[in-house]
C-alpha cells in the first residue's frame, strides 16, 4: 500500500492468536476505512511496532505466553502516547480496568457489536493523529533552532529561499550544486520540511564516507545470507526514506555499479534488496548533491552520464560564500551568538582586525568554515593580529590586495599554531593543497618549523 493511501486509512494493529476472530475483526475494521496489520500473539507485534508507529493498538487480553495486559505494558515502555484497546472476557473486565487506570485507551468487553469496535478504533486513531502532529512540530522547533541556516539577504539568497519554496511540494528529483561547506544538506533539509513529505523520514547518506563493499547494503538493504556476515535483514536506506525524502550526498563518489542500480530505483520507483526476488514499490523523492559540475563531462569523470540527465531535472546551486561578502557580517552575529550560548560564555568584543579578516578572506570552507572559525573566536582562541605581523596603521593605509595579503599571512600563523605546524592538520583547515601550502609560507616569509610542538 503506497504512503497516500496510508496517510487517508489510519493503521491499526490487531494482535489475537485466534485466527477466526482475527480475520473477522480485520474485516470489520478494513471495510470500516482502516489500513489492518494482524498479528498472532503479542511478540510479532513488539517486533513490528516502535515509537514512531503511526497508527494504534488492539488487543485480546487472553493469549499464551505474552497476554494482552503484559502487551500494553510493553507497549507503554515503548511510546506512553500509543492508545491501546484491550479486548476482554468477562473473567478479565478486572484486569483491563487496572490496565485503564494504567492508561490504556479503552476497553470492550465480548460479545460485542462491530460498530462498538469501530467507533473505540475511530477515537483512538484520531488521538494518535494529533500526537504525532504535535510531536512533529516540537521537532521541527528544534531542528530549526539547532540547524545551519540559510541567513543572508543579498539577491542570490533571496533567490534561493525564494525556488526553495517553489518546488518544496513538487515530487520532482533535485540536484545540488554547491562547494564543501556551502550548506548542500541544509538545502535538502529545508526542502523535506517545507514539503508536504515532512512526516516521512528524511535520510542523509554520504556516498564517499562509505566503503565501496558496503554501500549497496547501505542503500538497497539485504536479505540474511545475502553475502558473507549478513546474518540479519536489513532495510536499505532508499527503502526507509520511502513516504519522505532521501538526500545522497557527494554523490560523485558512487561507485559505477551503485550508480546502475540507484538509476534503475529512479525510473522504475522499485526496489529489490541484496539476495531477494521481491520487488517492492517506492514513494521515493531523491535529492543529490555534488561538489564537481557534474554537467562538465571533464569534472564528472566516472560518473554516468544518465544518472546525471536523471537527476537533473531541477538543479539548485548555492552560491560561495565568497560571492555573498555582504551576508557574512550577519552570518559572524548568528553564529557567534549560538556559540555564546553553547559555551555559556559572554559574548565578545569584535575588534576591527577581525573585521576586516572576515570581509577580507575568501572563505574556501564556506559557511562551515566561517561557522568554526566563530567557535574558535567566542573560545578566545583566535589570536589577535598583532603589531609586529602588519604594517604600520595595521595595514590600513595599504592597497587592497596587499591587505588581503596582510590577513591571509596571519590566517596561516594562526592555523599552524593551533595545529603546533602540523603540515596534514593545517592544509586541511585551511582547505588548500600541499604545493598551494608551502608556496604561501614562501611567499608571506613564514618559517614552519618555528610552530612545531616539541
Known sequence: MGRADSETRPKVAFVDDDETLRRANAQTLELAGFDVLAFDGARAALDRIDADFEGIVVTDIRMPRIDGFQLFRSLKAIDADLPVILITGHGDIAMAVEAMHEGAYDFIAKPYPAERLVQSVRRAAEKRRLVLENRDLRSAAEVAQDELPLIGQTPSMERLRRTLRQIADADVDVLVAGETGSGKEVVADLLHRWSRRRTGHFVALNCGALPETVIESELFGHEPGAFTGAQKKRIGSIEHSSGGTLFLDEIESMPPAAQVKLLRVLEKREITPLGSNEVRPLDLRVIAASKVDLGDPAARGDFREDLFYRLNVVTI??????????????????????????????????????????????????????????????????????????????????????????????????????????????????????????????????????????
Open 317 to 454: 546551486s548555492i552560491p560561495p560564500l565568497r560571492e555573498r561578502k555582504e551576508d557574512i557580517p550577519l552570518l559572524f552575529a548568528h553564529f557567534l551568538h549560538r556559540a555564546a550560548n553553547r559555551f555559556h560564555v559572554d559574548l565578545p568584543d569584535v575588534p576591527d582586525t577581525v573585521r576586516r579578516h572576515l570581509v577580507a578572506h575568501d572563505w574556501p570552507g564556506n559557511v562551515r568554515e566561517l561557522a568554526h572559525f566563530t567557535e574558535r573566536f567566542a573560545l578566545g582562541l583566535v589570536e589577535p593580529v598583532t603589531e609586529a605581523s602588519q604594517p604600520a596603521g595595521h595595514g590600513e593605509s595599504l592597497p587592497l590586495p596587499q591587505r588581503v595579503e596582510l590577513y591571509e599571512a596571519e590566517l596561516i600563523r594562526q592555523a599552524l599554531a593551533a595545529h603546533q605546524g602540523d603540515v596534514k592538520a593545517t592544509i586541511e583547515a585551511l582547505g588548500i593543497p600541499r604545493k598551494t601550502f608551502y608556496d604561501k609560507l614562501q611567499r608571506h616569509g613564514i618559517v614552519r618549523a618555528g610552530y612545531a610542538s616539541g
